[in-house]
C-alpha cells in the first residue's frame, strides 16, 4: 500500500507547486484586454526596386522586411541613436549574427557574407542628407520620445528606404513650435 501512496503524495506535491502558478497565469490571462488581433506584417518577396525613390545601395537591405516583418527594433542596428547625434550604422557582424545562417540563397545576403570575408565595409549611401552647417542630434530627439517614423515615415513598410520628409528649416521649425520646444538658431546651428 505505501507504493500507491507515495505517487499520490509525490501528484499532490505537484499541484502545490504547480496551482499557484497556474492561477497566476489564468489571472494574468484574464486580466489582459480582448483586442483584435492583426495579421503580422508579410514583406513583398519580389520588389521591382525600378521606380522606387531613394538611392542605389551597394546592397539591397530590405527595412519592410528586418523591421517590418521581423519586427527588429531600430535600436539593434543603429546602435548609437540614443547616444550620439549619428544613429550609426551596423558593423558586418552584427549582419552575420544572423546571416552566417540565414538567407545563404538570396543574392543580397551574398554580398554582405563576402564582405565579410574579405574584411570590407558596406558603402552605404547616405538617404537623409542634411548641410554641413546643420546638426541633428538624434540622441535628444530619441530622449523625447521622438519616434523614428516621425521623421523618417514607416520605413518599416518601405522595401527601399527613401527621405521621407523635406528635412528642411521650416519642417523642423513646425516641429519644434508644435512640440513647444527650443527654436534658438544655436540648437541646430553650431
Known amino acids: 500500500m505505501t507504493g500507491k501512496v507515495r505517487p ?6 505537484a499541484l502545490a507547486l504547480v496551482g499557484p502558478v497556474l492561477y497566476v497565469v489564468l489571472q494574468a490571462v484574464q486580466a489582459q484586454p480582448t483586442t483584435q488581433q492583426t495579421a503580422p506584417y ?8 525600378t521606380g522606387l525613390p531613394g538611392p542605389l545601395q551597394p546592397v539591397f537591405y530590405r527595412h519592410d522586411i528586418h523591421a517590418g516583418q521581423y519586427e527588429m527594433d531600430c535600436r539593434y542596428c543603429h546602435y548609437a541613436v540614443e547616444v550620439s547625434s549619428s ?7 552584427t549582419c552575420m549574427g544572423c546571416h552566417l545562417i540565414v538567407g545563404g540563397a538570396n543574392p543580397e545576403v551574398a554580398k554582405v557574407r563576402e564582405a565579410f570575408n574579405e574584411g570590407r565595409p558596406i558603402e552605404w549611401v547616405e538617404v537623409h542628407k542634411l548641410p554641413s552647417f546643420v546638426h ?28 521621407f520628409a523635406s528635412l528642411k528649416m521650416g519642417w523642423c521649425l513646425e516641429c519644434h513650435r508644435s512640440e513647444g520646444v527650443t527654436t ?5 546651428h553650431y
Open 8 to 13: 499520490l503524495a509525490k501528484g499532490i506535491a
Open 42 to 49: 508579410i514583406a513583398p518577396i519580389d520588389v521591382d526596386t
Open 87 to 93: 544613429p550609426g550604422l551596423p558593423s558586418l557582424d
Open 136 to 163: 541633428f542630434p538624434h540622441m535628444r530627439h530619441v530622449k523625447a520620445d521622438i519616434q523614428c517614423q516621425d521623421c523618417h515615415g514607416e520605413v518599416q513598410r518601405m522595401a527601399k528606404v527613401y527621405q
Open 184 to 188: 534658438d538658431c544655436t540648437a541646430c
